[in-house]
Nanobody, 128 residues
């Protein structure tokens, strides 16, 4: 049974930093077979992609709203995915999800969310 567990969320002041982690276990293939990504969602709004990374980190994607202030990375030896964001803005408030998929979207290299494994999410709240 695949488990995807996010951590690192919480209440942060605007201008502060965020370090999210995601640990994946129970995969039937090696972790580095999977495309990984961070997505976020605010209640009442559509889910949006934040950032994605290919199996070896050679290809990354950042949405416009986080580009220049975020870094996505992965540690294949530990089955972990990371996201650093700095500085945070109030509009970054959302629930952040980690997704792993063997399939990916060609345009941005992000994991296919319809064919991926999702975590339960971690809430990030940025106060102004």
């Amino acid at each position: 049974q695949v488990q995807v567990v996010e951590s690192g969320g919480g209440l942060v002041q605007a201008g502060g930093s965020l370090n999210l982690s995601c640990t994946v276990s129970g995969l039937t293939r090696p972790f580095d077979d999977y495309f990984m990504g961070w997505f976020r969602q605010v209640p009442g709004k559509e889910r949006e992609v934040v950032s994605c990374i290919s199996w070896n980190g050679g290809r990354t994607y950042y949405s416009a709203f986080v580009k220049g202030r975020s870094t996505i990375s992965r540690d294949n030896a530990k089955n972990k995915l990371y996201l650093q964001m700095n500085p945070l803005k109030p509009e970054d408030t959302a629930k952040y999800y980690c997704v792993a998929s063997f399939n990916y979207v060609e345009d941005d290299g992000c994991p296919r969310t319809d064919l991926g494994y999702w975590g339960q999410g971690t809430q990030v709240t940025v106060s102004s």
